[in-house]
């Protein structure tokens, strides 16, 4: 079946350091991947997406790059922010042949704590 | 624009009461997914529908139960509550066969007392 792998949290840097959040995953085909965020108190929302080999999603100023080669999906920002602390979730869904719906299959999330 | 609303926002009950949640999708999204999310924990499926009929089937205790309806609103009734079932509880919404990511509600907090 799917699954996700992705490094457990908490992540505490400073303000402006560079973030790396590893992802790794498991998937028969070529499922679509995301990146979720929450935010203390709310609901998931969509950071970004790459739905094929090689695509890179980018948004708010982070990127991560679909590498089927490897099976990853690492979440990465060159300089982080106070507001950026939250709880970071890979996730995939899996793409039928001929289209077709799919459950989102979630990481267990990655805090990260951005301190002043 | 318009986003996926759920209600209540939040709901305390009772040992081996029943709840209700509701979720109404994006206009125009005909797929509806429910996932639990415990405390510190990963968002779990528990079941979608896509055209009003059941889809996908998780990780659902037998004694919940859900369905959509024609106006594509979907509902999860929970009965004979656990402690274990306090939890946030998520709807999201997608087009037909659009595997592209789903739009989430901000869920509903269920404490169970």
């Known amino acids: 079946g799917n699954s996700v792998t992705q490094m457990e949290g908490p992540v505490t840097l400073s303000e402006e350091a560079f973030l790396t959040i590893n992802c790794t995953y498991t998937?028969?085909?070529?499922?679509?991947l995301f990146w979720y965020v929450q935010y203390p108190g709310e609901g998931l929302q969509l950071l970004l997406k790459a739905t094929k080999a090689d695509d890179k999603g980018s948004n708010k100023g982070f990127e991560a790059t679909y590498r089927k080669e490897t099976t990853s999906f690492h979440l990465e920002k060159g300089s982080v922010q106070v507001s950026d602390s939250a709880v970071y979730f890979c996730a995939l869904s899996g793409n039928l042949l001929g289209g077709g719906y799919q459950k989102v299959t979630f990481g267990i999330g990655t805090k990260l704590q951005v301190i002043p | 624009a318009a986003g996926v609303i759920q209600s209540p926002r939040h709901l305390i009950k009772e040992k081996r009461e029943t709840a209700t949640l509701k979720c109404y999708p994006i206009?125009?999204?005909?797929?509806v997914y429910w996932y639990q999310q415990g405390p510190g924990q990963d968002p779990q499926f528990l079941i979608s529908?896509?055209?009003?009929?059941?889809?996908d089937k998780g990780s659902i205790p037998d004694r919940f139960s859900a369905q959509q309806f024609s106006d594509y609103h979907s509902e999860l009734n929970m009965s004979s509550l656990e402690l274990g079932d306090s939890a946030l509880y998520f709807c999201a919404s997608s087009p037909n066969r659009d595997s592209y990511g789903y739009t989430f509600g901000s869920g509903t907090r269920l404490t169970v007392v």
């Open positions: 998937a028969t085909g070529y499922p679509s």
């Open positions: 206009p125009r999204h005909d797929t």
């Open positions: 529908f896509y055209e009003k009929m059941q889809s």
